[in-house]
T-cell receptor, first 112, second 113 residues
Framework: DQQVKQNSPSLSVQEGRISILNCDYT??????FLWYKKYPAEGPTFLIS?????DKNEDGRFTVFLNKSAKHLSLHIVPSQPGDSAVYFC???????????FGQGTRLTINP | DGGITQSPKYLFRKEGQNVTLSCEQN?????MYWYRQDPGQGLRLIYY???????QKGDIAEGYSVSREKKESFPLTVTSAQKNPTAFYLC????????????FGPGTRLLVL
């Protein structure tokens, strides 16, 4: 069963606008969430994370929102830039368990 | 500078052959991981190790084997028992403890001839 789901395989956004990537999870034991960015033929790079004791975490152009009651998190990128074009993975873990569970990824394309 | 290296970048396997993918880190991380990525899918955990000389199966360990003889090295062997080995393999590491971010290497693409 897919415990972490990214239901949109792709998203296209105009440069300068807001990009919103969504992620849903089913396991209520997850208490730590991360977003990774991946370019083709490269390893993922860490973007931003959030603990379940928070509902928002911001780092520059990137903000992650967590809605525990809906088991939903989202990544907002404002403003979107061409270099943001990549595949974005959300991941979840139970702190102390070490293992990350990844979503399927969303391919973000920023159009000029 | 510190990081995770994976070699080779591309690897070709013949039918019935075992191949070993290398992963080395100089970040002094205790834990290391192997993931597999297939097109349109997320990363799936193959094996992980939290300490030298100890490792655990992940979600898709069948057809794979690992060793952790040194803290900085965690090689993955894709055996002939793995019937669908063509994929992008990613190694990661982090320190043990809650909320410790995993950092990834550049990956190895394995292709079957």
């Amino acid at each position: 069963d897919q415990q972490v789901k990214q239901n949109s395989p792709s998203l296209s956004v105009q440069e300068g606008r807001i990009s919103i990537l969504n992620c849903d999870y089913t396991n209520s034991m997850f208490d730590y969430f991360l977003w990774y960015k991946k370019y083709p033929a490269e390893g993922p790079t860490f973007l931003i994370s959030i603990s379940s004791i928070k509902d928002k975490n911001e780092d520059g152009r990137f903000t992650v929102f967590l809605n525990k009651s809906a088991k939903h998190l989202s990544l907002h990128i404002v403003p979107s830039q061409p270099g943001d074009s990549a595949v974005y993975f959300c991941a979840a873990s139970i702190q102390g368990a070490q293992k990350l569970v990844f979503g399927q990824g969303t391919r973000l394309t920023i159009n000029p | 500078d510190g990081g995770i290296t994976q070699s080779p970048k591309y690897l070709f396997r013949k039918e019935g052959q075992n191949v070993t993918l290398s992963c080395e880190q100089n970040l002094n991380h205790d834990a290391m991981y192997w993931y597999r990525q297939d097109p349109g899918q997320g990363l799936r955990l193959i094996y992980y190790s939290q300490i030298v000389n100890d490792f655990q199966k992940g979600d898709i360990a069948e057809g794979y084997s690992v060793s952790r003889e040194k803290k900085e090295s965690f090689p993955l062997t894709v055996t002939s028992a793995q019937k669908n080995p063509t994929a992008f393999y990613l190694c990661a590491s982090n320190n043990r403890g809650p909320g410790e971010t995993q950092y990834f290497g550049p990956g190895t693409r394995l292709l079957v001839l």
